[in-house]
């Protein structure tokens, strides 16, 4: 069984970095991509990375601020965050894609992916 579980989340301050986790078991061949959620908004995208890493994509929105990453040998994501904005406040999901095609497509959709974590909350105070 395929599970994702996520954690680093927390309160900080504009400006500030955190560094989100998402522990993956169940599954070695994957495409996993990082979500977010703000209060009254959809789910949107934010970085997806193919399983090699070697293709990664981001929102414009986070493009030179965020970078995902993944270490093969502990089977986990990282999504790591800096310059953050309190607009960046969201709770933040990892997805994963068991059938390895999502990061290819041009947008990050979170309907091509399959298994979700619970979810972790980033607060950034202005």
């Known amino acids: 069984q395929l599970q994702l579980v996520e954690s680093g989340g927390g309160l900080v301050q504009a400006g500030g970095s955190l560094r989100l986790s998402c522990a993956v078991s169940g599954v070695t061949s994957y495409h996993i991509g990082w979500f977010r959620q703000a209060p009254g908004k959809e789910r949107e995208g934010v970085a997806c990375?193919?399983?090699?890493?070697?293709?990664?994509r981001y929102a414009d929105s986070v493009k030179s601020r965020f970078t995902i990453s993944r270490d093969s040998a502990s089977n986990t994501v990282y999504l790591q965050m800096n310059n953050l904005k309190p607009e960046d406040t969201a709770v933040y999901y990892c997805?994963?894609?068991?059938?390895?095609?999502?990061?290819?497509?041009?947008?990050?959709?979170?309907?091509?992916?399959?298994?979700w974590g619970q979810g972790t909350q980033v607060t950034v105070s202005s």
């Open positions: 990375a193919t399983g090699s890493g070697y293709t990664t």
């Open positions: 997805a994963a894609d068991d059938n390895a095609y999502a990061c290819l497509l041009r947008e990050i959709t979170p309907n091509k992916y399959d298994y």
